[in-house]
């Protein structure tokens, strides 16, 4: 169980496209979702945490514009980097959490994205 | 501010010797802790979940211990497989949201047959 999908897994494009990525949780409904970007051989920095129908909550430092979530359902939640530069090239990860114990319940993560951008 | 540290920053260990990696946390007032294994360029794989201060928990040869400033988790006789980043998080029971971690740095383990 608690089983969460994040696509792409892989995303090579040039600079100034706009990339989206989609994470569902597959067996379970997810109150909240998480967006975390990963740095070589650091910890996850997390970067916005969304509930479902509300706004999401960004951390500070990180640009609203520039990554757009979407939480429009109980198991979808999406991030769109918007005119994606080199430096936004990173391994983003997802996570969701849900189900009965509420806020107790541990985050469940999906495999992450590479994001390359040229 | 909430933190939390592990120790060792990484770990290398014959297949079949037993160790302990260590995560030091500083919350104002503990929710939960949780641990994490993550492979390379995957998400990171829910282990265990710690909830109050003398509770254990064990999965294979895993076992995860908590005190009030850390917790621990025990490998017996690992095997190349075991080979992974521990992470550690903490979720305090006051913040903003009440929805948080607070992730350690990991360890990198790594089990040589």
């Known amino acids: 169980g608690a089983v969460v999908s994040q696509h792409p897994s892989r995303v090579i494009c040039k600079s100034g496209t706009s990339v989206k990525i989609e994470c569902r949780s597959l067996?379970?409904?997810?109150?909240?979702m998480f967006w975390y970007r990963q740095f070589p051989k650091q910890s996850l920095m997390l970067m916005a945490t969304?509930?479902?129908?509300?706004?999401?909550?960004?951390e500070q430092g990180v640009e609203k514009d520039k990554f757009l979530i979407n939480h429009a359902s109980l198991t979808l939640s999406t991030l769109t980097v918007t005119s994606a530069h080199p430096e936004d090239s990173s391994f983003y990860i997802c996570?969701?959490?849900?189900?009965?114990?509420?806020?107790?319940?541990?985050?469940?993560f999906g495999d992450g994205t590479r994001l390359s951008i040229l | 501010e909430d933190q939390v540290t592990q120790s060792p920053e990484a770990l290398r260990l014959q297949e079949g010797e037993s160790s302990s990696l260590n995560c030091s946390y500083t919350?104002?007032?503990?929710?939960?802790l949780f641990w994490y294994r993550q492979d390379p360029g995957k998400g990171p794989e829910f282990l265990f979940t710690?909830?109050?201060a003398g509770e254990e928990k064990e999965k294979e040869r895993l076992k995860a211990t908590l005190t009030k400033k850390e917790s621990f988790l025990h490998i017996t006789a690992p095997k190349p497989e075991d080979s992974a980043t521990y992470l550690c998080?903490?979720?305090?029971?006051?913040?903003?949201?009440?929805?948080?971690?607070?992730f350690g740095p990991g360890t990198r383990l790594s089990v040589l047959p």
């Open positions: 996570s969701a959490r849900g189900g009965l114990g509420g806020d107790y319940q541990p985050q469940h």
């Open positions: 919350v104002s007032g503990l929710r939960g």
């Open positions: 710690l909830y109050s």
């Open positions: 067996d379970f409904q997810a109150t909240t």
């Open positions: 969304s509930n479902e129908g509300s706004k999401a909550t960004y």
């Open positions: 998080a903490v979720q305090a029971s006051v913040d903003n949201y009440g929805q948080n971690f607070v």
